[in-house]
């Protein structure tokens, strides 16, 4: 193997692998990027043997000859920290038959010990499956607003990924831990067949590290199988084994109708739910919502004191006083996921969960559930 | 008390106290920030026995009358958290005689329970000593300078501070763990008396923090007496114990005569040790230098490969080739709290302390000590 090609472009392609080098693993073989070189593309690959990541760059081959070998592994750590620490340039990489990979460079001159590719994985091939297609920005979109709230409740392995359902055009994107619940919706112009698939939080976390460097627009393309799910690109490939089990029935839970709703500025709530949090976060993260006419009273109280703050709402259904306890961490992330100046608040009175969206987008929904809190409904605290 | 101030205000000198709050303590009384109303001044103080911090903010007292009590404490992390959450904007707090702390801006209304000032300990007095006024910046280049080179070995405590000395109008800063040693010098308008005093590491590093809070040009006033040390400004002041013990003489360790010196860009300088630490980092941080005419060649190492790298340097005295060991850390942290664009290296054959200078400044001497590499001196490598 010898080859030339630009630093930066290798080190963003090593950067993309690595999110597949396994961590904290007894076979060291795994801690290892490949390098193999195939005509002038140079395709680096990584496996922890839950999710594999490929990427591929062009090279300019120095010599016509083939030399050998064309394949090799490093430690991830070691290129990656090589890498990182050349200023942008064209170096140069040569693979001896003892595996020795020499980085040359501007007064750079790494010698560092290789390993045979013969004991890595193989990478696995992409098996037939349903087809989507969506632009990086799409892909990002349903990720952001639906991984946070993935459950990582390991006795309960089926609310451990993210459930990506297809229903005609549209293409929804669910995750659930119990105590919430965030859906993210898409219309395409594709007639899907039936997806219905548990992609695990790891692979769509590393999937999502790895969009924000890809650009914006270019397509993604998505691959469905009975065991398996790839993503891919022109350059880069991501395959995961999905999760077994069935996800439970998200849309029985979102409430039909909702006797109340409030419309409310995003950072406004934002910022009144993060100064409640100070003294919530001594008590359980209670923070106790008092909706009256056009105003929103949240309250904390714990041992070291008390917080109430107002805040100015638009009530655009139900009226009278209602009283509503949650877990503002929940809340606050839910809120965090949206992108609009005003979200609005439905709920009902009672354990009903409440329905947190967007001020006139309908394709993201974010359910939390209440929290009992008997002393409270009642009293004047 | 009852007064109304900005919080922003309030929220920087909060930031400036909290350095002295104490961390992991079972004295709980020490987690407080001590509030006390003083006409229209408030002066706020952390003290954690070894160092003590106070800082005073002009407010607004609203009654004329004076309102019972007059101090209170509060958890240091519930009042920094509250205030890091309020936008900029003038508060109003109010402290009743059960000690409950109430914060009222716009819309916010916290409500904390605070203790009796009665068990804080007193803040000290300062002493009567050796007065030194400095401009925050020229002080913050002397800890700056030196303070990274501090030991971190308790058997040694005359190690574990930054020793202040005073000759005629020269103040010196020094520290030293044994093994490299940084030498800071300002020359002044004051004719001192016999300056000579160590204070503790943790006294040096959060006067720092705090320098960084203060206006660059602000004059600093510290004052060494027999057991303390005290900074202070106008609206501020840091107490500390000094270290006894004596430092050892610096100056006998500085080589008075170098047989060889080269100049060589910094940052040139660094990004090599940066790249030749990939490879040193698994070997004790061991670099080896070659100087040879107008280059240096650095080299590392490791059972996970080789670096080298050849800078172009500028021999300024001395000739032929010379061969010496260092720990790149060791060098790196030295050459990084250089501002200037060139370095100047001197150093003498054998295990002579190599000396690293800003070039052309004589206010700085960093200097380390070589690795002894039986191997290397004789051997081809």
């Given at each position: 193997?010898?080859?030339?090609c ?12 690595e ?5 904290r ?10 390098f ?6 140079l ?6 043997l839950?999710i ?16 050998f ?6 430690k ?47 990478f ?18 349903l ?19 993210v ?8 293409l ?23 997806i ?6 790891k ?50 839970v979102?409430?039909?109708?909702s ?5 409310v ?21 209670v ?43 929940l ?48 009293d004047?605290?």
């Open positions: 193997m010898k080859f030339s630009d630093s930066s472009l290798l080190f963003k392609s090593i950067n993309i692998v999110k597949a080098i396994a961590q693993t007894t076979i060291s073989v795994l801690e290892n990027i490949c193999e070189l195939s005509d002038t593309k395709i680096l690959r990584a496996n922890d839950e594999g990541i490929e990427h591929a760059i062009e090279v300019s081959v120095d010599d016509t000859e083939t030399v070998p064309t394949s090799v592994l490093i991830g750590k070691t290129i990656s920290g090589i890498l990182s620490k050349i200023s942008p340039q064209i170096i140069q990489i040569t693979v001896d038959e003892n595996n020795r990979f020499k980085i040359v460079g501007k007064g750079v001159n790494y010698d560092i010990m290789g390993m045979s590719s013969d004991d890595f994985p193989v696995p091939e992409i098996e037939q499956g349903e087809h989507v297609q969506l632009s990086v920005e799409e892909m990002r979109a990720t952001r607003a639906t991984l946070f709230s993935v459950s990582s409740d390991e006795t309960k392995p089926f609310l451990n990924g459930f990506i359902k297809s229903d005609q055009q549209l929804s994107f669910v995750a659930t831990d119990g105590f919430r619940l965030a859906l993210k919706q898409l219309s395409t112009q594709t007639q899907f067949e039936n219905a698939v548990i992609v695990p939080f692979a769509m976390n590393e999937l999502t590290k790895i969009l924000s460097l890809l650009d914006h627009d270019s397509p993604l393309n998505m691959v469905i199988s009975a065991q398996q799910v790839a993503f891919f690109s022109d350059h880069f490939r991501l395959v995961s084994r999905v999760i077994k089990g069935h996800f439970p029935d998200y849309k029985q979102i409430p039909k109708l006797s109340y709703q409030v419309k500025s995003r950072k406004e709530f934002i910022d009144a739910c993060d100064r409640a949090m100070i003294i919530a976060s001594v008590s359980n993260f923070v106790r919502l008092t909706f009256e006419d056009n105003t929103l009273l949240l309250r904390a109280n714990a041992s070291l004191g008390e917080f109430r703050e107002e805040l100015q709402v638009v009530r655009t259904k139900g009226e009278g006083t209602v009283k509503i306890s949650f877990n503002v961490k809340i606050l992330e839910g809120v965090r996921a949206i992108d609009s100046e005003d979200i609005e608040l439905e709920f009902n009175e009672g354990l009903s969960p409440c329905i947190i969206r967007a001020s006139g987008q309908l394709d993201y929904v974010y359910l939390a559930m209440p929290i009992r809190t008997n002393d409270y409904q009642e004047t605290f």
